[in-house]
């Protein structure tokens, strides 16, 4: 991405990020105001984008507003669908949202394996030249396998991930660790301590360790919800049977909304 624009990175549930423990990591569960009344939805206008014509697959989301607007690129996990809901709800609320294909689309490669980052790139480049773009607010947001590609693409790390999750194997090959410090920007990550798919909340709490010992100089948090799952990135009007997953991927549905 040119220097003109920041790059910020808010990583869901991110697998494959450095070692830790997460034991008394003092994080607390958010909570929202129940008596507060949402912003009515903004009429959002969409359009399928095609690899042929932009050189990705990704259906684009924008918001009925004037000027240029901070803008979001999502990215799904190992399911292979584009978080078009996830896109349409942040346009909703304003911002320009580009739900990304990185494979199991036409064009691409069937699995999740050896995915160039600068696929990605281009998809961002693209993003950050739009009309209706602010170029110095692009966000990447990733929800499980997509967290760990959102930290791939800020930190610019070329070489591939590992398939083992757990935080013991980092220990043995601290090379396959993210280098986050290098990302220049803001990092939220949020985890499900009843995760039933992979150990989402020491990892995570290992990338926040990461920042810290390495002085990263943006701001960096953590979220971790107790009665939450491996689903805490799925909005909570999602169309989804999330309670048929639940006994896979753990928590509960209060607990993931």
């Known amino acids: 991405m040119p220097r003109r624009g920041l790059v910020v990175v808010v990583a869901l549930l991110a697998s494959c990020s450095g070692r830790g423990d997460d034991a008394n990591d003092g994080s607390t569960a958010a909570t929202t105001d129940a008596g507060a009344t949402p912003d009515p939805a903004l009429a959002v206008e969409t359009d399928e984008l095609r690899l042929d014509d932009v050189g990705f697959v990704a259906t684009l989301a924008v918001p009925d507003t004037e000027g240029a607007q901070p803008a979001v690129m999502a990215l799904g996990g190992s399911e292979g669908r584009q978080p078009t809901g996830v896109g349409r709800l942040l346009a909703e609320q304003g911002y320009v949202a580009l739900s990304l294909s990185y494979f199991n689309a036409p064009g691409l490669p069937d699995d999740l394996a050896n995915i160039p980052l600068e696929y990605f790139e281009t998809a961002l480049r693209w993003l950050a030249d739009r009309p209706e773009v602010d170029s110095d607010k692009v966000f990447v947001w990733g929800a499980s396998r997509g967290g760990e590609a959102a930290l791939l693409i ?11 999750f757990t935080p013991r194997y980092y220990e043995n090959h601290p090379e396959a660790e993210i280098p986050v410090e290098r990302i220049a920007g803001p ?40 009665d939450a799952g491996h689903l805490v990135s799925v909005p909570p009007d999602s169309p989804l049977e999330v309670d048929e997953l639940i006994p896979e991927t753990g928590g509960t549905t209060d607990g993931n909304n």
């Open 154 to 164: 800020a930190a610019t790390y070329p070489e591939p991930c590992v398939s083992d």
């Open 187 to 226: 990092i939220l990550l949020t985890c499900g301590r009843s995760d039933g798919v992979w150990e989402s909340c020491p990892n995570s709490r290992a990338v926040i360790d990461r920042l810290e010992r390495e002085d990263h100089a943006f701001d960096h948090e953590m979220l971790a919800y107790p």
